[in-house]
């Protein structure tokens, strides 16, 4: 309850408030405090401005005056008739109007204000609003003084005119009083007039501050530009170091200030006076020729001119420039010589700098070179002397730069080309020969460079660009080019100087690639004066063209068989022949090869490369495996262009289509054999007609599927048919293979193998089981694995090499036979595999469960043991009260 009656007594209060607010707002009209002190004969503009209006956003505005109590109406901005006829024709000639600044503000401006118009004026605002709220109308007062400023230049002077030199020093002075009856400040400007606008120098404000114009704050700061006030209310503006850039009419504007009510300063008044009119005559340097052109060896003459009208003592600082490009600075430029204010002038041997005349500099240098053709400017600066003995430095130029070119005297030669010796046919030599003749007005100061170049002729008239092969620099120091380089490093192409005018190229061995279009370029180097050589002319020849005739090679190889027939175990001869044509001194290199039958084909193609012989003799053997037959085969030089091939002791596994496949070889760059042209015999063939035996091979195994650990026993059984056989007449190679997939699609691994002497041998393998092959009958053969995994799964077959012993008692060698392949699957023996584990699982479960229980008795027996005492009880009578 004493809470809901607080609430109930603050409710009138807030109400109020809000009404008090409401109230408050409307209609505010402002012009600015007064009193506003003016200058009589000055132009016044008093502001009035009206805020948070209803109504339309353009307002209107009605100005009165009064001098005591009553007030007349002025001017209107919305009633033509609203002026009095006081102020009719002042409004009419337009000393009096109104103007208007936005919408809710305008101006009252009183052109030429007088005493008469000192007194209240006041802004009043028709209203727009729904209701009348604020004030519409705001008064101020206007106080008019005389006019007390006086501004004048030097002397009573107005204007006069200086003229100066560029470096020198000048003041002006202007005097500026007030006799204002306020309490006023004055505000002093140096402003100078350089075209058709007046730009600040430099000021001394109202408030007591200098204040530099713009582009005038670094010499402000420097001391060049300054300001001082002196006795009778004098101004002077010092200006130092003057560049033609301060040249112009300089005046002195005053205006006086006077700090109004709000506490803001006011101008009042402006007035200037024209000082003086200063022209900088400007200081030039020129160099006196403009682009020259001269001889080598000759002498530069060129002489820089300072041009200047000052007549006092000064003297002239002189340094000239030497640049390869009129863009250079000073600082990319190279210093020549140089020669101070006191006429003290830098060493140099060459070059010599004088002074000419007062004003005139003459820079010499002698024995010119074309490495001096470039850029010559002299930069001059002006000293003067101060009254302390000292100098000082007024002016600084830099000229604009004159170009110089030093024609190098050329010698003058021609140059001639020719074959020594051209090629006939590939890798033959060519020799070429630049010569240098008709030479005329040589120094001993010139000497003669190569280069070397070669063009490809395209069909037509067509040509590649040409390409630089090698060139020699002023000390004939060799320069390879990309397309020559390895060939030169090398020493397949040697470049050498003959004689002091000729110059030679020789290709020791020239290809196809290098016919084409040859010439040279000779270079004539100048040496200057600092030793070092400058190409100054090139002359290039002739062209010649290396081109020779080319056929295409010609080979034919003819095979020949000796002996027409021979059985098995004799010798087999045959002999090559073969014939060229468009080859230079050809040797031949010789391959002899063989063509199986498909039941006997070692290699993938069906060829099988025997024996060979190369072009320089050397025998190889190829493909020739039987170990046993190394001297069997033998392949031998009859004449430069005949060759036999023998085999002895033939075997049926040697039955086949034998050829000679020939090569031709030329004689290539560097002692090295070129291939030229292959060829391929026709062929020879071998066949034997025997009425022997047919073996045939077969896998065998009781147990295709075993488990792991077990034996795997596999047997390869051979059957013959046919003529029979002793078994002391035959022998066997047999081979072990598997194949360790089921689609027989990866490459075979030999297991093992027992060679018909009964050499066991037995291939690597990455598993831990055992292999033993062995023969268990003159045609059955035993491959066991031991202890066998799981990677001994697969697809396994034999291969039997069958031999046989002719009746002259030659062993011969059958062909290769092989057995269908059989499938070894290795299987896991499960109750095996987990018998010990879960009898091992088993017993540690059982130990443990006894474990946990003897330690469980053992804890409640001994450790967990507590001994319960019976709570004792006291018996106590009770005590009367009054005994307590």
Not at 136 to 152: P, R
Not at 405 to 413: G, I, K, S
Not at 578 to 586: F, M, Q
């Amino acid at each position: 309850m004493g809470h809901r009656g607080e609430r109930a007594s603050c409710l009138p209060l807030l109400l109020l408030v809000l009404l008090l607010l409401a109230l408050c707002r409307g209609r505010i009209v402002r012009v600015p405090p007064g009193p506003l002190i003016r200058v009589v004969g000055t132009e016044v503009a008093i502001p009035c401005s009206v805020s948070d209006y209803d109504g339309p956003s353009e307002q209107n505005f009605d100005w009165e005056f009064s001098r005591d109590t009553d007030f007349v109406r002025i001017v209107s901005t919305w009633d033509s008739t609203f002026t009095s006829e006081e102020y009719q024709k002042r409004v009419g000639r337009g000393d009096i109007k109104l103007r208007r600044s936005s919408n809710d503000a305008v101006e009252l401006v009183i052109r030429n204000i007088q005493p008469a118009d000192q007194g209240r004026y006041k802004c009043s605002t028709p209203s727009t609003d729904a209701t009348v709220q604020g004030n519409y109308d705001a008064e101020v007062q206007v106080k008019v003084i005389s006019d007390g400023l006086s501004v004048s230049g030097s002397k009573a002077r107005s204007s006069a005119s200086l003229r100066l030199s560029e470096g020198d020093s000048f003041k002006l002075r202007c005097s500026a009083t007030t006799a204002s009856p306020e309490h006023t400040h004055l505000h002093v400007t140096w402003q100078v007039r350089s075209g058709s606008s007046w730009r600040d120098v430099l000021s001394l404000t109202h408030e007591g501050k200098f204040q530099p114009g713009a582009g005038y704050e670094e010499r402000y700061r420097s001391g060049d530009v300054r300001l001082d006030t002196g006795a009778n209310d004098t101004y002077r503006l010092s200006v130092s170091q003057a560049s033609s850039a301060d040249g112009g009419a300089y005046r002195c504007l005053v205006s006086e200030w006077v700090r109004g009510a709000d506490g803001s300063w006011q101008k009042i008044q402006e007035k200037s006076v024209e000082i003086a009119t200063v022209s900088i005559q400007r200081t030039d340097v020129v160099i006196s020729t403009s682009n020259v052109s001269v001889t080598e060896r000759d002498s530069l003459d060129l002489t820089c001119n300072i041009t200047t009208d000052r007549s006092g003592i000064f003297q002239a600082e002189v340094m000239w420039y030497f640049s390869a490009s009129p863009d250079d600075t000073l600082s990319d430029a190279q210093l020549l010589l140089s020669m101070d204010h006191d006429s003290v002038v830098s060493d140099s041997t060459l070059i010599s700098l004088s002074h000419v005349d007062r004003n005139s500099y003459r820079l010499l240098v002698r024995d010119v070179d074309v490495e001096d053709s470039g850029y010559y400017f002299c930069e001059a600066a002006i000293w003067v002397p101060l009254h302390n003995g000292s100098w000082h430095k007024v002016v600084e130029r830099t000229s604009a730069p004159v170009s110089v070119v030093v024609t190098a005297l050329e010698p003058d030669y021609d140059v001639f080309l020719n074959a020594s010796k051209t090629p006939k046919f590939s890798d033959d030599p060519t020799e070429l020969n630049c010569r240098i003749t008709n030479v005329q007005d040589t120094e001993a100061n010139i000497r003669f460079s190569v280069s070397w170049y070669y063009r490809q002729r395209l069909p037509g008239d067509d040509a590649e660009p040409e390409e630089l092969l090698a060139s020699m620099d002023a000390d004939w120091a060799l320069l390879p080019g990309d397309r020559a380089r390895e060939r030169i490093q090398n020493g397949e192409i040697i470049l050498s100087k003959k004689s002091a005018d000729t110059f030679s190229l020789r290709i020791q061995w020239t290809s196809e690639s290098d016919r084409g279009d040859y010439f040279c370029v000779i270079s004539a180097w100048s040496r200057h004066r600092n030793n070092s050589w400058v190409r100054s002319k090139d002359v290039a020849s002739a062209s010649v063209n290396i081109f020779w005739a080319t056929q295409d090679y010609t080979l034919t190889v003819e095979a020949v068989k000796l002996k027409p027939f021979f059985v098995a175990g004799h010798t087999f001869e045959m002999t090559c022949k073969v014939s060229s044509k468009n080859i230079k001194t050809p040797r031949y290199s010789v391959l002899i090869t063989a063509e199986k039958p498909l039941a006997d084909q070692s290699s993938p193609n069906g060829t099988t490369r025997i024996i060979s012989l190369s072009q320089d003799s050397v025998v190889r053997l190829e493909d020739w495996t039987d170990q046993t037959r190394v001297d069997g085969v033998v392949l031998e030089k009859v004449q430069e262009n005949e060759f036999r091939y023998r085999m002895y002791q033939t075997q049926i596994s040697d039955a086949g289509l034998y050829r000679c496949v020939v090569t031709a070889w030329s004689p290539g760059g560097g002692g090295m054999w070129r291939e030229a042209v292959n060829g391929l015999s026709n062929p020879i063939q071998i066949d034997f007609q025997t009425s022997g035996p047919v073996f045939n091979v077969s896998v065998h195994s009781d147990s295709p599927t075993i488990y792991q650990g077990e034996v795997a026993d596999l047997l390869c059984i051979v059957t013959m048919e046919g003529m029979p056989l002793e078994p002391d007449d035959m022998s066997f190679d047999v081979s072990w293979f598997a194949v360790r997939s089921f689609a027989l699609d990866r490459e075979p691994i030999l297991l093992a193998s027992l060679d018909r002497r009964g050499i066991v041998s037995q291939g690597r393998r990455n598993g831990s089981s055992e292999l033993s092959l062995e023969r268990i009958s003159p045609l059955e053969f035993r491959l066991r694995v031991h202890g066998c995994e799981d990677q001994d799964f697969g697809n396994h077959y034999c291969l039997v090499t069958p031999w046989v012993r002719s009746a002259t008692g030659v062993w011969q060698r059958e062909p290769d036979i092989r057995a269908k392949p059989i499938f070894l699957s290795v299987k896991m023996d499960v109750l095996n595999a987990f018998k010990y584990p879960l009898l091992i699982g088993i017993g540690l479960a059982t130990a443990i469960g006894l474990l946990s229980c003897l330690i469980g008795y053992c804890s409640s027996r001994w450790c967990c043991k507590k001994e319960v005492q019976e709570t004792r009880r006291e018996r106590r009578r009770l005590m009367s009260m009054e005994m307590d």
